[in-house]
């Protein structure tokens, strides 16, 4: 008799969960997903970035452990804080008007990178590897 008792509580939180599933998807940043190093002056090692649609993500380099970071989208400025080897980094990116490339300037040479979508590298034009 308890079984019964607690379905409606339990079928209450599986509605309430899958509103709140679906807030978080109308809202979601238009930059979820995967993306790539297009092309970099400085040289770096091609890297991905990817971002998930709870405001987190990941760095990965080849023969790097992945880095987490946080992100935040304000405007055209999107801000990473990242865990790398326990520092706390904070990145600051442009975003281009139409959502189709990530900016970064490097603070030590002035060069500017790009990154791009998965997928959007050969109409890009990218050179990084």
């Known amino acids: ?19 709140v599933a679906a807030a978080a998807k ?8 995967t993306w790539v190093l297009c092309q970099d002056p400085d040289g770096s090692p091609k890297d991905t970035l990817e971002f998930f649609t709870e405001g987190y993500g990941f760095s990965r380099r080849p023969s790097a452990p992945m ?10 400025q999107l801000l990473l ?14 975003v281009s008007p139409d959502r189709s ?15 791009v979508r998965v997928g959007q590298e050969k109409q890009n034009g990218c050179t990084a590897k």
């Open 1 to 19: 008799m308890k079984v019964l008792s607690s379905l409606p509580v339990i079928a209450l939180a599986a509605f309430s969960f899958l509103g």
């Open 26 to 33: 109308a809202t979601a940043s238009p930059l979820v997903g």
């Open 67 to 76: 880095s987490p970071f946080l992100f935040k989208e304000a405007k055209d």
């Open 81 to 94: 804080a990242v865990n790398a080897h326990g520092n706390l980094l904070n990145i600051y990116m442009g």
């Open 101 to 115: 490339r990530l900016t970064l300037k490097s603070e030590r040479t002035g060069n500017e990178a790009f990154y």
